[in-house]
């Protein structure tokens, strides 16, 4: 038997235990994107708004995702 890891891999790892993994850490928002992010998951924007939000800013779905994943 044998375990078989590549450099990528290891990489990988090493980010995502230090927290720096952009995939699952994304960027701060500005004050003005959290409000909007806050007002989303509260359930005060609607889908089809929300969608051309995440289209102009892609990072905005990267939080929600990011809050959902903790609850």
Known sequence: MSIHFTVSDLTRNLFHS???????A???LSP???LLLECYLAGQIPESAWSDYVFETPELARHVDARRGQH
Not at 18 to 24: A, N, S
């Open 18 to 24: 230090l927290t720096l993994d952009h995939e699952r």
């Open 32 to 34: 003005e994107q959290s």
């Open 26 to 28: 994304p960027r701060p």
